[in-house]
């Protein structure tokens, strides 16, 4: 085996077995994706029931002719959704309580709640 091939070889064998050990965290998030959508000036639903210690990813969906903006203060999390357009946001392990959200764009009165169990 030439000296390149066996390079190679060590490379992709890494590349593997880093795969293999950090995988396995990270796909328990996305076991856990939970949809959430704006649209008529609200958030459906309007409250979202998570596992406490437990980080999830929620996919907000934009299904109105605006952009918005999903904040949370509680949660030090803000994104622009532009129309159409679905956008993924990462929420690590919560303690059990309340975690207000809102449209902090065009519509502040549209509010929701992640809560943690």
């Not at 992709?12 to 856990?32: G, M, N, R, Y």
């Not at 990813?57 to 002719?65: E, G, M, P, R, Y």
């Not at 929420?91 to 309580?97: C, E, H, N, S, T």
């Amino acid at each position: 085996m030439s000296a390149k091939a066996f390079a190679a070889t060590i490379a992709f064998a890494s590349i593997a077995f880093l795969a293999a050990t950090v995988s396995p965290s990270l796909s328990h998030a996305d076991e856990q994706a939970t949809q959430l959508r704006y649209q008529g000036g609200r958030f459906e639903p309007s409250s979202v029931t998570l596992p406490a210690n437990t980080p999830v990813k929620l996919q907000v969906t934009n299904a109105s002719d605006a952009a918005i903006e999903f904040e949370s203060f509680e949660l030090h999390r803000e994104r622009v959704v532009q129309p159409g357009q679905t956008i993924t946001v990462f929420i690590p392990a919560l303690a059990p309580g309340s975690y207000p959200f809102f449209n902090d764009m065009n519509n502040a009165e549209a509010k929701g709640e992640i809560v943690s169990r």
